[in-house]
């Protein structure tokens, strides 16, 4: 029995890997499959999902968040006493009002962070042409000091600091060798 180039036996040495799948496909077929697969390696296809998907994130944790406030549950309110004196649907309809609203905020705030933060690691790995834990420190301090540069270059030293020890502990975790199953 031979193996071929996929070490799979049989098929004339063609195997279940890359060139498998593309045997049935026209020339224009198989240009529009790599198109597709260029595009998403794209740093700009990797920032805009990195926002979608941090937008949507955000959008579930600021509604669970918002939830959780039962201490005030308005946003900003003054007393929960003139709260709690409304009528039970006006008291429901502004508490869902500000759940959304916060959930809203926090969206915005997650979508942006992991736009930024994956746009910049992306160029950076371009750039570098390595895929190493620098590269994360570096997106994340770059990041961070984007975020924080409004409210001065102080502040902007603290970002870049805090979102680089973040990406840090984070990518070290992540490329850790995995412990065996037994």
Not at 127 to 154: E, F, Y
Request: net charge positive; aromatic share 10%.
């Amino acid at each position: 029995m031979s193996f071929g180039a996929g070490g799979m036996a049989g098929n004339g040495g063609m195997g279940l890997g890359m060139g498998a799948g593309k045997a049935g496909m026209s020339d224009q077929e198989q240009q529009m499959v790599k198109a597709m697969q260029q595009g998403m390696e794209s740093c700009a296809f990797k920032s805009v999902m990195s926002g979608v998907m941090g937008f949507a994130l955000g959008g579930v944790f600021g509604l669970f968040m918002a939830s959780m406030s039962y201490d005030n549950p308005i946003h900003g309110s003054g007393s929960a006493t003139a709260f709690s004196s409304l009528p039970w649907k006006e008291q429901v309809r502004r508490g869902f009002k500000d759940m959304g609203q916060r959930s809203y905020s926090s969206a915005k705030n997650f979508g942006v962070i992991g736009g930024i933060y994956t746009g910049t690691e992306c160029c950076i790995e371009g750039l570098r042409a390595k895929n190493d834990l620098w590269n994360g420190i570096s997106a994340g301090c770059l990041t961070g000091g984007a975020l924080a540069v409004k409210a001065g270059p102080q502040a902007a030293a603290v970002g870049c600091a805090g979102f680089a020890a973040f990406s840090a502990a984070i990518d070290w975790y992540m490329r850790r060798p995995s412990e065996p199953d037994f």
